[in-house]
């Protein structure tokens, strides 16, 4: 168990829906990472919080966003949902981010868009 | 850019034999850090190792084993006397320190163990 948390495990939506992801970070870690993870792209980063606030940014689309609430959980919101969003979206939290502080993965949650 | 190559997409093997996976990476920055990842099939990405730039030490842990050559931008990673429960999705990632910080991955090799 990686003490990072994510809900909801699993989330069958349609297209053109919106959905939120959970995520809470190891207890007294900083920063929270996003990735998707999808059969033709790998594993992709998507964003980092550190402390509530943005601290880098990757292959996010503006259809997606997200955000770190004072006391560290973050949530992923998707929406206007297309087929090619279904895949399997990882948080990780870190004690802090620029020192290459190894990142302890949630479980994911695996999102299928019919 | 920052990339990571894992040129095997998939590999087989029976138990008890020796298998290593292939990692070159590549980065313009002096100081960056080194991951291996798996991820069994249950899904979860559970943290193997981390090796900085500045560490090319090799790294023994039972089994596993890490060979870091920064004059082949390589880390690559041995599993000795292979058991079936090592098979997973392994994934090599390289740290970014300049810049956007984060973990870039490699698509992964697929490792299966046979009986």
């Known amino acids: 168990d990686s003490g990072v948390t994510q809900t909801p495990k699993h989330l069958i939506t349609a297209t053109g829906q919106r959905v939120t992801l959970r995520c809470s970070p190891r207890?007294?870690?900083?920063?929270v990472y996003w990735y998707q993870q999808s059969l033709d792209q790998g594993l992709q980063f998507l964003i980092q919080y550190y402390n509530g606030e943005e601290r880098a940014k990757g292959n996010i689309l503006e259809r997606f966003s997200a955000q770190q609430f004072p006391d560290l959980h973050s949530e992923l919101n998707l929406s206007s949902l297309e087929l090619g969003d279904s895949a399997l979206y990882f948080c990780?939290?870190?004690?802090?981010?620029?020192?290459?502080?190894?990142?302890?993965f949630g479980s994911g949650t695996q999102l299928s868009v019919l | 850019a920052q990339k990571v190559t894992q040129a095997q997409t998939e590999i087989s093997v029976v138990e008890k034999e020796d298998v290593t996976l292939d990692c070159v990476y590549e980065t313009r920055d002096t100081t960056y850090y080194l991951f291996w990842y798996k991820q069994p099939p249950s899904g979860e990405l559970v943290f193997l190792i981390r090796r900085n730039s500045f560490d090319e030490q090799n790294e023994i842990s039972g089994r596993y084993s890490w060979n870091f050559q920064k004059s082949t931008s390589s880390f690559n990673f041995t599993i000795t006397a292979s058991q079936v429960v090592d098979s997973a999705v392994y994934f090599c990632a390289l740290y970014i320190i300049q810049g956007a910080q984060k973990l870039v991955f490699g698509q992964g090799t697929r490792l299966t163990i046979n009986p």
């Open positions: 207890s007294g870690d900083l920063s």
């Open positions: 990780a939290s870190s004690v802090a981010g620029p020192y290459g502080e190894k990142l302890f």
